[in-house]
């Protein structure tokens, strides 16, 4: 015979609202990275979340360090020059061009045009190279994946124009104190042309892909706002600081390299939030690709390193092999380093990241003294704290994903 | 017209003209960093703290200094900043971090790296290496090989017995070995089957 016994259930009701009571204000401690996708490298995140909202965000970086302005006091200006390619690993050209410009300040050298303007060619390219991964990676985050295939393959086509100018597809090396390490192949700038040709009907198609798509607007503007105030207060630069629309481009504003000389825009833009940071990097390989343009027309003949500078860069290996006096020339080089005169410089490029800046002080000889680098990088996650509270946990992605940083350069 | 410096020495007259090959830069003795840099921001608007970074000089006197990299984002003129720290043995600046919240990176940075101690820093912890790491490694003294130390996970240290060790400066496995009789081949690394070398004859040929 079956019994029944009954149970008291109490008040359920009140029960599950004393729990919802109880829990309100409990707040959980998400770790982020360091190696997850949306970190872009080895970035780590302390989240702190109440729900799906953040509370505080600490980033905990340095897990890419490798102590280069140690290894740069023990090494001559030119062993330096690799060094340099594993900063902004996704633009290492830019990273080479800037470095180098820092020595030369330096050293009070004057590049000749040519030099010049295959360095002006290398940054746009680097910049284009290092937006379309950047763009690409973003459309990713924020659930775009298509984007990311149309310009990956857009930028395999220029490590291709890379490896025939440098030898190496990614850790290019290219220049040197006083010049560049070769003259450009035999027509490298028609297929950079050719290049440049292709790449404008991509960006449009990105364009018209990400600007008005639906998903993508809700998931990017009036996320992650950098204000004017703030962006200058915690010395953010690059394009996300043009994004804040603040009009800044060392390229218009301390030209080097002979920017001054080339025609272009720099967009900036109104709100400062994921999506005006995504337009400004659209628009800049616009306006890269018009400076390529330009500098493929006119390109001047002449030396592609600083002839005079005999102490500091290494002669061509067929005057090497065939002189005694630029033989001697080319082994003091090597030996000791390019000889720098003493003094101090600062100097900042601007890199597609931001502006990298290199402060160097020489005590002569051929061995930096001190070499400290300023990755803006660095600078960009270091606003983190300030941008995350407040946003949804699904934001950290577009927000990281907005910011461009690559940990490369912020870790050093 | 004056010059940045000499406004700036006009004001100040501990402020001293530093040489430079770049940019407008002076000296600043560190007691008076802070009434300078009000200055420098209120006043003549150099709104941006680029960066900062410390130096060991190495000099007789003081050793430690902190150069800084200011920006006027209007007139686009940059502004260098020295001081030096006056302590050898604890050297301590004050912390620009409330003006600029740049700094407060830039200061961990430099902490990390030298030792030197920001007075007023909201939360002046190691950055790039690790918590508990016992050394400066951007002072002079500091061997570009690294110093032994314990590893920064007390439980895999313990697990593991493994520790922070110096990187091989030599004898690295593409270097030949300092031995008597040393090949080529003992030296470098190769793939594929290295059973075999001039010593032992290759698997299935007669030595």
Known sequence: MATSTEINLGDVGARSAAYAEEMQGEHMTLNVGPSHPTTHGVLRLLIELDGDRVIKCEPVIGYLHRGDEKIAENMTYNQFVPYTDRLDYLAPLANNVAYAIAVEKLAKLEMPPRCQAIRVICCELARISSHLLGIGVFGMDAGAWTIFMYTFTQREKLYTLFEELTGARFTTSYTRIGGVARDMPDGWLGRVNKFCQDVLPVIDEVDKLLTRNKIFLQRTEGIGVIT??????????????????IEADLRK????????????????GTRGDCFDRYLVRLEEMRQSVRIVRQAIEKMPEGPWYAESAKKIFAPPKSKVLSSMEELIQNFMIVTEGPQIPPGEVYFEAENPKGALGFYIVSKGGGVPYRLHIKGPSFVSLGILPKIMPGHLLTDITCILGSLDFVLGECDR | MDTLVDTLKAKFNFVTPRASSDTEAVNVPAENLLAFAHYLRDELGYDMLLDLCGVDWDVAG???GVVYQFYHSGKKTYLRV???????????VPSLAALWPSADWHEREAYDMFGIQFVGHPNL????????????PLRKEFPLAG??????AADTAEATNAKVIAAPMMGGPFNAKNEEHHHMSSAEPRAGDQSWTEDKPKPGQKG
């Not at chain 1, 004017?228 to 629309?245: F, H, M, Q, S, V």
């Not at chain 2, 020295?82 to 301590?92: C, K, R």
Request: proline share 8%; net charge negative; hydrophobic share 40%.
């Open chain 2, 147 to 152: 110093i032994e130390s314990e590893l920064p």
């Open chain 2, 125 to 136: 912890k190691r950055i790039l290496m690790w918590d508990g790491y016992e050394f400066y």
């Open chain 2, 82 to 92: 020295a001081t030096l720290a006056p302590d050898n043995m604890a050297p301590a």
């Open chain 2, 62 to 64: 003081l050793r430690f």
């Open chain 1, 228 to 245: 004017k105030e703030d962006a200058l207060a915690y010395g953010i630069t690059g394009a996300n600081l043009r994004a804040a629309g």
């Open chain 1, 253 to 268: 504003d301390n030209p080097y390299c002979g920017y001054e000389h080339y025609d272009f825009e720099v967009p900036i």
